[in-house]
């Protein structure tokens, strides 16, 4: 391979990539000494000309750009070999590995890192869109993307490479409808052959969402369309998880439309709704812990109630005597002192629960965990379930009506996480109130990227956890 000259000009070093049809190669210039990179396109069984007419427009695009971050255009060849017939593309070579590459050796990125990154990106894109037609890319993921001498305190330089899936807006395809980009960085709108600069951003966006997470977007779960991504990166400014969420907002009326507008609003955050930020209940001692890696939550002991666990375990024993007393019923005063005993040592049971038991409810990337704490013992109330069987977070409210009569009585909610076939419910068994509630739905909803059901139900045949 490295012997071969390619229209007696290009001596071939190396293979860089190959795909059914096409393959890029690394070579070098005999007539200027420089690295080139070499795009053929083979005539053979499995040619389509549309993938003609996308590679002649990647070459007419480059001709056409001036950009150092973009490849330049140098030559275009029609390849008649004997053992291969097809066409060849050389431009600039760009020293340099593409964010895929970074990621899977090792590298990670800082938020500043991320917000150079995305307005280097930004000005490319500002370049292309401002042509004449506007050019769009239609796919932007990590794999096209270069960086080249980075620095301590920057990314290096960034390049957009890879334009064989550009179109530019005054291109008309007749009939026909051509999907092109990759999916998990590809907008809605392209699946139905539809592309506008927009598009560009949300394929930019969802390639900084694999950044923060170091997951592609197919490995995310996603909720009416959007990426859930929020809970993966807490340590993030919100102002920053916005802006990414903004970029990739499925419907194209809600996302950003220009790159210019993405730069300012980057620079120029706007103001998170406090509607949208979860707050804890004044008064509500519950104890939240949330990161990137877990969210637990634990429910302080409630103290002494006058329910009628706490009735009985006193009036009970107390009765007993009075009654046996009353009837000068004969009975063995061992016997009488071991039933007074164990109803005292219920109650001094139900004492400890009532002044030391916390609850724990954990949810980390393996697993979800409900258990109870008490000086130093510790056990769970269901067996751990694996953190991908959570399906659901509902907020049910259960009514209950008098018997016989139609009237409300009485109005209580729990919360509710179904993983699997196991179902962890907090509310009013913990005393939780309404609002506290709906704080740690909200806070769980956001961090699981899971939409809060709202249910009401009767109080028949409910379990209360």
Not at 296 to 319: C, K, N, Q, R, T
Not at 327 to 343: C, Q, T
């Amino acid at each position: 391979m490295t012997s071969q000259i390619l229209a007696e000009r290009y001596e071939v070093h190396r293979q860089l990539g190959k795909q059914t049809g096409r393959q890029t190669l690394l070579a070098r210039d005999l007539q200027t000494q420089e690295l080139v990179v070499i795009k053929q396109l083979f005539l053979g069984s499995d040619f389509e000309w549309q993938d003609l007419k996308l590679f002649e427009r990647e070459a007419e695009t480059l001709k056409a750009l001036s950009h150092p971050s973009i490849p330049r255009y140098l030559d275009y060849l029609e390849i008649d070999e004997p053992d291969s017939k097809g066409f060849a593309l050389v431009q600039t070579y760009v020293e340099g590995k593409n964010l895929e590459e970074h990621l899977r050796s090792g590298r990670t990125f800082s938020e500043s890192e991320v917000k150079e990154l995305a307005k280097s990106l930004l000005e490319i894109l500002i370049y292309l869109h401002q042509q004449d037609p506007p050019v769009i890319h239609r796919d932007i993921k990590p794999s096209n993307i270069l960086l080249h001498s980075r620095s301590g305190h920057s990314v290096g330089q960034v390049y957009l490479v890879d334009f064989g899936s550009v179109q530019n807006q005054a291109a008309k395809f007749g009939g026909t409808i051509t999907v092109v980009g990759t999916y998990g960085y590809m907008a809605p709108e392209q699946f139905g052959g539809r592309s506008v600069p927009a598009s560009d951003l949300y394929g930019l966006g969802a390639t900084l969402i694999y950044l923060v997470t170091g997951l592609h977007p197919t490995e995310l779960s996603q909720q009416d369309l959007k990426i859930q991504f929020a809970d993966r990166v807490t340590q993030l400014n919100p102002n920053l998880i916005d802006w990414l969420e903004w970029m990739t907002e499925p419907s194209l009326e809600k996302r950003l439309s220009s790159a210019g507008e993405a730069w300012n609003s980057l620079a120029n955050p706007r103001e998170i709704p406090k509607s949208m930020m979860p707050v804890q209940p004044r008064g509500s001692d519950i104890k939240l812990t949330k990161n990137s890696e877990l969210i637990e939550i634990v429910i302080p002991p409630h103290g002494f109630a006058f329910d009628w666990v706490s009735i009985l375990s006193g009036a009970v024993p107390a009765s007993m005597v009075l009654w046996i007393n009353y009837y000068e019923i004969p009975i063995n005063p061992l016997v009488l002192r071991m039933i007074s005993g164990s109803f005292l040592l219920a109650a001094g049971v139900m004492s400890l629960f009532a002044l030391f038991r916390e609850l724990h409810l954990v949810i980390d990337r393996q697993q979800i965990s409900y258990s109870s704490h008490l000086l130093g013992l510790r056990w769970n109330h269901f067996q751990p379930a694996p953190r991908p069987d959570i399906g659901q977070l509902e907020i049910e409210q259960v009514e209950y009506t008098i018997p016989d009569t139609q009237q409300k009585s009485n109005r209580v909610s729990q919360m509710i996480i179904q993983a699997g076939n196991q179902k962890y419910r907090l509310g009013v068994k913990q005393r939780l109130s309404e609002s506290e509630i709906e704080w740690l739905a909200t806070e769980l909803s956001q961090w699981l990227g899971l939409k809060i059901q709202r249910t009401l139900t009767d109080g028949k045949n409910n379990k209360w956890f």
